[in-house]
T-cell receptor
Framework: QKEVEQDPGPLSVPEGAIVSLNCTYS??????FMWYRQYSRKGPELLMY????GNKEDGRFTAQVDKSSKYISLFIRDSQPSDSATYLC????????????FGQGTELSVKP | GAVVSQHPSWVICKSGTSVKIECRSL??????MFWYRQFPKQSLMLMAT?????????EQGVEKDKFLINHASLTLSTLTVTSAHPEDSSFYIC????????????FGPGTRLLVL
């Protein structure tokens, strides 16, 4: 079993839809949670960072962390064609030496 | 803030040659930098962790003599692919740890390497 599980998709939605992306993990020591967006042939771009459990909102993006269920989510409201990319969840803990553990990435396509 | 650059963005080389990729943190000091490799449609694979002024720590299965890493300053790390072969063709991405968000990494734009 992988430490971090993420549905690779692909996920296709119409413009304006609400997108829900999710990851589950097995290591209860994880407490730093991130979502990265990666466009084709580019490096990942940090979208959201959350420490421990809770919600965080930034514009159209909302990140949720439920440590009791070992489950994190990223919601995208009013999705746009420019949101088409691969979304990677990543997480870490104090015992990881700064390393991030990545999910497989979910490929999202927002159709106009 | 938290901008990381990589150079070159792409490189084509002949088999047997060595290729050096530079990774720079432009607006912050990075005591730790990371080197990843990514194949098409796959997630990032960590190759090594680089700390300024010390030897890099390589992940299991990564050849130290093949992928030489140097972290000479708080803003520069280099990856040298020695005696490159076609199977080394890949997308190489570096990242730098920033103190603004603990455990967060900021990524460079990546370097695409093609070995003929």
């Amino acid at each position: 079993q992988k430490e971090v599980e993420q549905d690779p998709g692909p996920l296709s939605v119409p413009e304006g839809a609400i997108v829900s992306l999710n990851c589950t993990y097995s290591n209860s020591a994880f407490q730093y949670f991130m979502w990265y967006r990666q466009y084709s042939r580019k490096g990942p771009e940090l979208l959201m960072y959350t420490y421990s459990s809770g919600n965080k909102e930034d514009g159209r993006f909302t990140a949720q962390v439920d440590k009791s269920s070992k489950y994190i989510s990223l919601f995208i409201r009013d999705s746009q064609p420019s949101d088409s990319a691969t979304y990677l969840c990543a997480m870490s803990g104090d015992n990881q030496g700064g390393k991030l553990i990545f999910g497989q990435g979910t490929e999202l396509s927002v159709k106009p | 803030g938290a901008v990381v650059s990589q150079h070159p963005s792409w490189v084509i080389c002949k088999s047997g040659t060595s290729v050096k990729i530079e990774c720079r943190s432009l607006d912050f000091q990075a005591t730790t930098m990371f080197w990843y490799r990514q194949f098409p449609k796959q997630s990032l694979m960590l190759m090594a962790t680089s700390n300024e002024g010390s030897k890099a720590t390589y992940e299991q299965g990564v050849e130290k003599d093949k992928f030489l890493i140097n972290h000479a300053s708080l803003t520069l790390s280099t990856l040298t692919v020695t005696s490159a072969h076609p199977e080394d063709s890949s997308f190489y991405i570096c990242s730098a740890g920033a103190s603004s968000y603990q455990e967060t990494q900021y990524f460079g734009p990546g370097t695409r390497l093609l070995v003929l």
